[in-house]
Nanobody
Framework: QVQLVESGGGLVQAGGSLRLSCAAS????????MGWFRQAPGKEREFVAA????????YYADSVKGRFTISRDNAKNTIYLQMNSLNPEDTAVYYC?????????????????WGQGTQVTVSS
């Protein structure tokens, strides 16, 4: 059974940092593009970042560019999201998922095998 498990969320003050992890099990994801999304209360799920299978190409939402870094360790079947200079607008549940369709890199419908999410709360 394919499973993605996010971890690393928590409560942090504005300006702080967190590192999220997404561990995959059930099969290897080393050939897949992987993405991070987030969903704040009352809002739609939105794209945060994505990384191709080799790590050679990364994509970011404008709102996080320059502050967040996505990376992966295929040997560990894990992807990461380093988040710096956090602000209250970053507060959300963060999800990782596997890109399986070609509706667009930033479109949630392109992704499947969603994890359960990890809560990130940034206080002002």
């Amino acid at each position: 059974q394919v499973q993605l498990v996010e971890s690393g969320g928590g409560l942090v003050q504005a300006g702080g940092s967190l590192r999220l992890s997404c561990a995959a099990s059930g099969r290897t994801f080393s050939s897949s593009t992987m993405g991070w999304f987030r969903q704040a209360p009352g809002k739609e799920r939105e794209f945060v970042a994505a990384i191709t299978w080799s790590g050679g190409n990364t994509y970011y939402a404008d709102s996080v560019k320059g502050r967040f870094t996505i990376s992966r360790d295929n040997a560990k079947n894990t992807i990461y999201l380093q988040m710096n200079s956090l602000n209250p607008e970053d507060t959300a549940v963060y999800y990782c998922a596997e890109k399986v369709q070609n509706y667009g890199m930033r479109v949630p419908m392109s992704y499947a095998n969603w994890g359960q999410g990890t809560q990130v709360t940034v206080s002002s």
